[in-house]
């Protein structure tokens, strides 16, 4: 059984979640359609708690999705799994949805406060209110404090944010 799904996005998508073997556990699922975790193991060269790892992760983010059958003999439980190829484009969403937030908070903390300076890399930007209490010395280097325009990096969080808009459809 193959299933219809676009295939660079389920190897982004599981690549974000676990890395290089995700991509192999998810590439698996895809050809055999459906897999236990053995069957999962003996397609790849990923130990048996990495491939339980990455499906579980997988899981929680319904990327897949499984049946749990006892075994008769054994009384054991065994895992089949399955993709949710569905979910997949969710997912990019709420992750770009999560970054845009970030990026979003950061903007408006950015946009709403004047920042002040010492020039100096190995220390921070100071708001304008710390910087009146510190009387416009740097608390790090005692260099005096000078405002900081931060024109370019308001503009480049909005480009981010544009970008990330204009993505999504
Ligand atoms: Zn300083």
């Known amino acids: 059984m193959t ?10 998508v599981a ?17 055999l359609g459906e897999a236990t975790d053995d069957q999962i193991l003996a397609n790849n060269n990923i130990k048996l708690n990495e491939v339980r790892k990455i499906l579980f992760k997988l899981y929680n983010y319904s990327i897949v999705q499984c049946d749990r059958h006892r075994d ?12 949710q190829p569905d979910q997949l484009i969710g997912f990019v969403k709420n992750q ?11 903007l408006n903390y950015e946009k709403n406060h004047d920042f002040y300076y010492c020039n100096n890399p190995n ?5 304008f209110e710390e910087a009146m209490e510190l009387i416009f010395r740097c608390p790090n280097c005692g260099q005096p404090l000078k405002h900081f325009d ?11 944010i544009e970008i990330l808009d204009k993505d999504s459809k």
């Open 3 to 12: 299933i219809p799904i676009d295939e660079d996005l389920l190897k982004k």
């Open 123 to 127: 220390c921070d930007r100071i708001t």
């Open 96 to 106: 770009k949805k999560r970054i845009r937030k970030i990026i979003e908070t950061r």
């Open 15 to 31: 690549y974000i979640i676990g890395g290089e073997e995700a991509v192999k556990v998810v590439m698996t699922l895809k050809d």
């Open 72 to 83: 008769e003999q054994t009384g054991w439980f065994i895992f089949r799994w399955r993709l």
């Open 150 to 160: 931060n024109k370019k990096i308001v503009s480049a969080l909005e480009e981010r």
